[in-house]
Nanobody
Framework: VQLQASGGGLVQAGESLRLSCVAS????????MAWYRQAPGKQRELVAS?????????DYADSVKGRFAIARDSAKNVLYLHMTGLNVGDTAVYYC???????????????WGQGTQVTVSS
């Protein structure tokens, strides 16, 4: 099982970006997905999460509420993060995360993507 994140880049304050994360491999089911970020010198923090089962509930960090939107294409096992109104404080490496049940072990385990850099200039 792999998570492949993409879509990061260098943008100016106020602009938008869309991150994508593709889950691939011997997947039986995905139960939860999320985006985290880690800025230089800071701990990794949860940005947004979505429950894949049970109603697609979403949750956001206070710092991104109203600006970011998490979404999922269940048919393609793709997770998105639509980011608008970006500011310098959003500069970080963004990681996708998912809890996945794989065919090999049939157990649910957390997986991390490799991260994609988002840099916002003022």
């Amino acid at each position: 099982v792999q998570l492949q994140a993409s879509g990061g880049g260098l943008v100016q304050a106020g602009e938008s970006l869309r991150l994508s994360c593709v889950a691939s491999g011997n997947i039986v089911e995905i139960t939860d997905m999320a985006w985290y970020r880690q800025a230089p010198g800071k701990q990794r923090e949860l940005v947004a999460s979505i429950q894949v089962s049970g109603g697609q509930n979403t949750d956001y960090a206070d710092s991104v509420k109203g600006r970011f939107a998490i979404a999922r294409d269940s048919a393609k096992n793709v997770l998105y993060l639509h980011m608008t109104g970006l500011n310098v404080g959003d500069t970080a490496v963004y990681y996708c995360w998912a809890r996945i049940r794989d065919r090999a072990s049939y157990s649910r385990r957390p997986y991390w993507g490799q991260g994609t850099q988002v840099t916002v200039s003022s």
